[in-house]
């Protein structure tokens, strides 16, 4: 009687182990599942960063030659960096005399800037027709 339930607790723990395993693997299998869909998100994103860091190397590329570009503009004619100088300097309230001095212009061309980008001009010579605003009314 005794080897009888011996067996039958052998037999009642074996099957107990069979549940335990086939439960086992199907949650390894799960887990499988998981870490390749995980792997593939991660696949996923590094191939995005990779895409990102190369489009912003091109991105700093075309930076680098657009400054380029714009120094070789500004070193090939220094009299418009010049000319834009002067206008910056009448916006700013300079007067003629500051013109011909600091940038180095004509009196005809600091008298034109004037014109051009002023309201008219204060060490003008006598009789220099000045430059007035018209209100229309």
């Keep these: 009687m005794l080897m009888i339930f011996l067996a039958a607790v052998n037999v009642a723990l074996i099957a107990a182990n069979i549940v335990a395993v086939r439960r086992m ?77 600091v940038c180095g212009l004509t009196r005809g061309e600091a008298e034109l800037l004037m014109r051009l980008h002023g309201m008219g001009h204060q060490d003008g010579p006598r009789g220099a027709p000045h430059l007035r605003r018209v209100s229309a009314g």
């Design 25 to 101: 693997s199907g949650e390894r299998r799960r887990h499988q599942e998981e870490i390749r869909a995980l792997n593939s998100d991660i696949s996923a994103l590094c191939s995005g960063a990779t895409g990102l860091g190369n489009h912003l190397n091109e991105i700093e590329q075309q930076l680098r030659r657009l400054y380029e570009r714009q120094d070789q503009i500004e070193l090939r004619d220094p009299t418009e960096r010049e000319y834009h100088n002067a206008v910056r300097l009448i916006k700013d309230g300079a007067g003629m005399k500051k013109l011909m001095d």
